[in-house]
């Protein structure tokens, strides 16, 4: 029974947002289109720093046909000359690129009907769907030479027919000292929150297909982002239920403590989950690698 609430109240602010997209054709080229994403990678820290957020998607369209889509670049508590400020230079780089681009800055005087604006219903998931993520500390856009071997393997990915959903985000500050908790890590660094898509299956897929195109995404396209990255992580909610080293990946250097207090406080493992702490020490029979199921006996190994 809850007796009391606290509710910590926040007042009011304004919120900009700019939307986007552009695509590659007869006057920019697919190395050009590229060019522009990594440019936009390369404003990551100054972005973040200020303040604001980036939502955007990277998908094909067609056979060499991709599109760019902010949706939207987000700029809390800030006006909309403040955001136009912040974003110019950006803009400029694509034009240098020839990249033209029409922005739509909008702002909204609260939070909320910046939210209601800016971010319309999304479908997530479906009955053959597959999704991995990596969490890209600030390091792999710190360079030259470590964006533009990020950018490869996103653009390898993609150009093989996956989906990318980026965040341009990182985490507040903690005002607090003590810091011991079990959030991963990874997020501390994070500078690119990038969620893979695997790509489009029919809904009448076999079983057979959706595995193979998971073990494409886990062991190929993944992979190289993991190459990239090394000792970064990945976003659970948003992760490849194949993650090969999910411990890591999801739990970073506080695994082994979980590990413990699972072992502590639920010895018999009545809690499991597939790549939750301790869900290395069963397994479930009659499973097809690659496409894990719960359609079987959970069994301790």
């Known amino acids: 029974m809850v007796t009391s609430v606290v509710i910590k109240a926040y007042p009011k602010i304004p919120v900009t947002t700019m939307t986007f997209s552009y ?10 289109f590229w060019a522009g994403v990594g440019k936009y990678m390369s404003y990551f820290e100054r972005f973040t720093s200020a303040g604001a957020y980036g939502y955007w998607l990277v998908v094909g369209i ?17 006006t909309k000359p403040q955001l136009t400020t912040l974003v110019t230079p950006f ?4 034009a240098s690129l020839g990249i033209a681009v029409t922005p739509n800055i909008t702002e909204y005087p609260t939070y909320y009907q910046a939210f209601n ?7 997530v998931g479906g009955p053959v769907g597959h999704a991995a993520s990596r969490l890209f500390p600030r390091d792999n856009f710190a360079t030259p030479a470590k964006l533009n071997s990020t950018l490869a393997a996103v653009r390898y990915a993609i150009e093989a027919g996956g989906v990318l959903v980026g965040y341009n ?12 908790n079990a959030i991963n890590p990874a997020w501390r660094k ?14 009448n897929a076999t079983d057979a297909q959706i595995a193979a195109n998971a073990k494409v995404m886990t062991t190929d ?7 990239v990255s090394p000792g970064a992580g990945s976003y659970m909610s948003e992760g490849d239920i194949n993650e090969p080293d999910f411990q890591q990946a999801f739990y970073g250097s506080y695994y082994q403590k979980l590990y413990k207090l699972k072992q502590k406080y639920d010895p018999t493992g009545l809690f499991y989950a597939p790549t939750a702490v301790g869900s290395e020490d069963w397994y479930v029979t009659g499973q097809i690698p690659y496409y894990p ?7 301790r190994k």
């Open 91 to 94: 803009l400029n780089d694509l």
């Open 190 to 203: 994070n500078l690119g929150f990038f969620i893979l898509g695997s790509g489009t299956l029919p809904n």
């Open 221 to 227: 396209w993944m992979k190289r982002w993991r190459d």
């Open 62 to 78: 067609g056979p060499g046909q991709y599109l760019f889509n902010f949706m939207p670049f987000w700029g809390g508590n800030m």
């Open 293 to 299: 199921t719960q359609n079987g006996r959970l069994c």
């Open 117 to 123: 604006g800016s971010f319309p219903p999304e479908q």
């Open 169 to 180: 985000i990182k985490s507040a500050v903690n005002p607090a000292i003590n810091q011991d």
């Open 23 to 32: 695509t590659n054709g007869p006057n920019v080229t697919v190395d050009t």
